[in-house]
């Protein structure tokens, strides 16, 4: 992610520089700490996210509504996104504000419907041959990984923590 203008210290907002690098046809590196302050969205079949030693993306911000820290949608619903692999990532949301997310009913910085409202660490819709391994998901405070009209998934050797008040795993379809 570097080489797409990331500086992975994190201080800089590295927000821009994922998104363009989760945009190029190629396998994605993150060596450091990423400060995001929005949700990245992958839309390109083919592709290896992987975190070397300690790599982390970290959540700075409200964490209002259903936000998507890694989101993996098809750009077309009628063609799911294949092959993709997630690997040695830990994903944190602990600087996020309104833990669980904020409703029109509270303001509280925890939602009393933290699983409903809160943050989705990683979400796969319409996917098929997807694999993720290895990752922590720290404090997300909703789902930490969810999969929808997804097929040939395979989750293993994760830890999550804090996600969902349940360390949430969600698969809808």
Known sequence: VKE??????GITDDSEALQNAFNSDYDILIDGVCKITKGVTLTKSNKRIKGLLN????YYGNGLGELVLIYI????????????????????????????????ETMERTSP???DKGM????????????IS???????????IRFNYSSNVRV??????????????????
């Open 4 to 9: 797409f203008g990331a500086k992975c210290d």
């Open 55 to 58: 790599s982390q993306i970290v």
């Open 73 to 104: 949608n098809s750009a077309d619903n009628s063609t799911p996104i294949e092959n993709i692999v997630i690997e040695s990532i830990s994903i944190d949301g602990t600087n996020q504000i309104y833990k669980g997310g904020a409703s029109s």
């Open 113 to 115: 419907k933290a699983f």
């Open 120 to 131: 989705i660490g990683i979400d796969v819709r319409y996917g098929r041959n997807i694999k």
């Open 134 to 144: 290895n990752c922590v998901l720290n404090d997300i405070y909703g789902t930490g």
């Open 156 to 173: 293993f050797d994760n830890t999550l923590y804090d996600c969902g008040g349940s360390n949430a795993l969600s698969i809808d379809s």
